[in-house]
């Protein structure tokens, strides 16, 4: 079941979210490919911050806990957070699985942009502060931004 809900997370506490990602401390690595299915031929990259993979990976893992519970996670498979560059022309991505059993997704977009996350059915618009709760082993797409210096969201794959 797809669900979106606008002014997802307290203000306050998404403004801290915001301030430690946005901040010149919060490490990012890059990957030369957006997921499985792209070309590796393509020239779209994006960066990334592990929080959790089988264990926490970021220091940073215990200031996401109150989001956590706040979705209701059972148990973790992964957590990440995404920066997606600006792009001249808006690019979609190859569609792809997060993982190939059944799973809850989440994705708490970060900041207002033209990007969008493309779902069997819909377009969600990258809206701050928005929540998209999804079956993420069914495809779905990314999108780079053209209005923006680079879409951000927060993407969580739990049971």
Not at 105 to 132: H, M, P, Q
Request: charged share 20%; glycine share 2%.
């Amino acid at each position: 079941m797809t669900k979106i809900v606008d002014n997802f997370l307290d203000i306050n506490y998404f403004n801290k979210i915001k301030e430690l990602v946005f901040g010149d401390n919060f490490s990012w690595y890059y990957n030369p490919q957006v997921n499985q299915d792209q070309s590796k031929d393509s020239l779209n990259f994006y960066m990334t911050h592990l929080i959790f993979a089988e264990r926490p990976n970021s220091e940073h893992f215990d200031f996401f806990k109150p989001l956590f519970d706040k979705i209701g996670v059972k148990q973790l498979i992964r957590v990440k957070i995404n920066l997606y560059p600006r792009s001249e022309t808006l690019s979609v991505n190859a569609p792809h699985v997060d993982f190939n059993y059944t799973h809850k997704g989440f994705i708490l977009y970060l900041n207002t942009c033209d990007g969008y996350t493309v779902l069997k059915d819909r377009k969600v618009e990258s809206i701050e502060n928005r929540a998209l709760f999804f079956d993420s082993s069914i495809p779905h797409s990314s999108t780079t931004c053209t209005n923006v210096t680079a879409r951000f969201n927060m993407n969580i794959n739990y049971i």
